[in-house]
C-alpha cells in the first residue's frame, strides 16, 4: 500500500505562472518531509523540506506547505521556469525500524512551457 | 554535484552473475543509504549503514547484501541476477544516523542492466 502518493503523473505550465506540484500521505508518525526533482540520468537533488511542526517553508521561489489534518503537502514553484522541466519526488522519513529511510511517491512530471 | 559518488555509472551483466555498486558519501557524512529505481516502481529503499553498521533494512532481496568500510564508502553486492534485478540504484548520504531535519544527498546511481 502507498504511503506517499503523487496523484498527478504530469503537470503542464506556462513559463512565469505558479506550479504546485501536490502529495499526500498516509502515516500521520512521518515527521518530516522533503522535496526531490530528478533529471533524466541523474540522480535526485534535494530542492525543500519542511518537518511536522511547521506548516510553511519557504526558500527563494520554492514553497512548501503541509496541512497536517489532511496528511497533505504541497509544493509552489513561483515563477516557473523552463529550467524547472524535470521530475519531482515528495518523500517522507520512516520511522520506527526504519528509522531514516525515505517513502518516495511515484513523481510529477513538471514541463515548463516558455 | 550533491558529493556523493557512485561507480560503474553502467553495468551490463548475464542472469546468474554477481556484481559490486561502490558509493563515496558526502565529506564528513557517516549515513549511507541505497534506494533500488525500477521502471514500475518508484524509488524503493533497501539499507542504511550508519558508521559501519548496519541501521535500517528495507525491501530488499536476501541475494543483495551490503556493507560499509572504514573509510565510510559503502558496496552493495547484488549475487544470482535475474532479469528483473534491472533498475537504477542510488546511494545517497546524510551526517548522521536520524538527527532533526536530516536530509539525505543521492548520487547519480548506477544503471544495472541483467540480459
Known amino acids: 500500500d502507498q504511503q506517499v502518493k503523487q496523484n498527478s503523473p504530469s503537470l503542464s505550465v506556462q513559463e512565469g505562472r505558479i506550479s504546485i506540484l501536490n502529495c499526500d500521505y498516509t502515516?500521520?508518525?512521518?515527521?518530516?518531509f522533503l522535496w526531490y526533482k530528478k533529471y533524466p540520468a541523474e540522480g535526485p537533488t534535494f530542492l525543500i523540506s519542511i518537518s511536522s511542526i511547521k506548516d510553511k517553508n519557504e526558500d527563494g521561489r520554492f514553497t512548501v506547505f503541509l496541512n497536517k489534518s489532511a496528511k497533505h503537502l504541497s509544493l509552489h514553484i513561483v515563477p516557473s521556469q523552463p529550467g524547472d522541466s524535470a521530475v519531482y519526488f515528495c518523500?517522507?522519513?520512516?520511522?520506527?525500524?526504519?528509522?531514516?529511510?525515505?517513502?518516495f511517491g511515484k513523481g510529477t512530471k513538471l514541463s515548463v512551457k516558455p | 554535484d550533491s558529493g556523493v559518488t557512485q561507480t560503474p555509472k553502467h553495468l551490463i551483466t548475464a542472469t546468474g552473475q554477481r556484481v559490486t555498486l561502490r558509493c563515496s558519501p558526502r565529506s564528513g557524512d557517516l549515513s549511507v543509504y541505497w534506494y533500488q529505481q525500477s521502471l514500475d516502481q518508484g524509488l524503493q529503499f533497501l539499507i542504511q549503514?550508519?558508521?559501519?553498521?548496519?541501521?535500517a533494512k528495507g525491501n530488499i532481496l536476501e541475494r543483495f547484501s551490503a556493507q560499509q568500510f572504514p573509510d565510510l564508502h559503502s558496496e552493495l553486492n547484488l549475487s544470482s541476477l535475474e532479469l528483473g534485478d534491472s533498475a537504477l540504484y542510488f546511494c545517497?548520504?546524510?551526517?548522521?544516523?536520524?538527527?532533526?531535519?536530516?536530509?539525505?544527498?543521492f548520487g547519480p546511481g548506477t544503471r544495472l542492466l541483467v540480459l
Open positions: 502515516n500521520s508518525m512521518f515527521d518530516y
Open positions: 549503514y550508519y558508521n559501519g553498521e548496519e541501521r
Open positions: 518523500a517522507a522519513r520512516g520511522y520506527g525500524g526504519s528509522q531514516g529511510n525515505l517513502i
Open positions: 545517497a548520504s546524510s551526517p548522521r544516523d536520524r538527527g532533526p531535519e536530516e536530509t539525505q544527498y
